[in-house]
T-cell receptor, first 120, second 109 residues
Framework: GAVVSQHPSWVICKSGTSVKIECRSL??????MFWYRQFPKQSLMLMAT?????????EQGVEKDKFLINHASLTLSTLTVTSAHPEDSSFYIC????????????????FGPGTRLLVL | GQNIDQPTEMTATEGAIVQINCTYQ??????LFWYQQHAGEAPTFLSY??LDGLEEKGRFSSFLSRSKGYSYLLLKELQMKDSASYLC??????????WGAGTKLIIKP
């Protein structure tokens, strides 16, 4: 159980285009989803936290107008990188946390496989 | 401020035992997690400790001492596939995860 998928796994795009990444919890309902970015050989960096049906909370230094997050249902969150530039090239990883009351899931974040974005 | 400390890198031999330590200072505590991350992949969940003591899961065990702000991950019978980064993360009073920088574990034959 506790499977999280991400799509696409790889994206190559031209500078100035927008890219949408989907994160789905496949076998549980995710009240909260998290979006991380990780540059090579660096730590995970939390970008934003989103709760179903409400606006995402962005970490300091992350532009909310550039990284649009939508968490429309308990199983789906999307991250849209708008007007992507080469410096946005990174490994984007989502994680999901389940409903409270499910002991195994309520606190643990389960990660998707990640999406590699390369902006040319 | 909130802080998670773990060694940057460790080296161990195949078949041996290795202990990866993690110390933390956070505003509140709602549990400590260990994740494994292979190069180029997303983290995978290994363990969750919220009470003091040792939790054993096969070759991997995790220990927690809340009074000391300390945890360790113990890996036994090391295999080459255990070469990865091991991330320690603490959930604070706001249920936010505070991440350590990770410990890169290198296994030698």
């Amino acid at each position: 159980g506790a499977v999280v998928s991400q799509h696409p796994s790889w994206v190559i795009c031209k500078s100035g285009t927008s890219v949408k990444i989907e994160c789905r919890s496949l076998d549980f309902q995710a009240t909260t989803m998290f979006w991380y970015r990780q540059f090579p050989k660096q730590s995970l960096m939390l970008m934003a936290t989103s709760n179903e049906g409400s606006k995402a909370t962005y970490e300091q230094g992350v532009e909310k107008d550039k990284f649009l997050i939508n968490h429309a249902s308990l199983t789906l969150s999307t991250l849209t990188v708008t007007s992507a530039h080469p410096e946005d090239s990174s490994f984007y990883i989502c994680s999901a946390r389940g409903l409270a009351g499910a002991m195994d899931l309520s606190e643990t974040q389960y990660f998707g496989p990640g999406t590699r974005l390369l902006v040319l | 401020g909130q802080n998670i400390d773990q060694p940057t890198e460790m080296t161990a031999t195949e078949g041996a035992i290795v202990q990866i330590n993690c110390t933390y200072q956070t505003s509140g505590f709602n549990g400590l997690f260990w994740y494994q991350q292979h190069a180029g992949e997303a983290p995978t969940f290994l363990s969750y400790n919220v009470l003091d003591g040792l939790e054993e899961k096969g070759r991997f065990s995790s220990f927690l001492s809340r009074s000391k702000g300390y945890s360790y991950l113990l890996l036994k019978e090391l295999q080459m596939k255990d070469s990865a980064s091991y991330l320690c993360a603490v959930m604070d009073s706001n249920y936010q995860l505070i991440w350590g920088a990770g410990t890169k574990l290198i296994i030698k034959p």
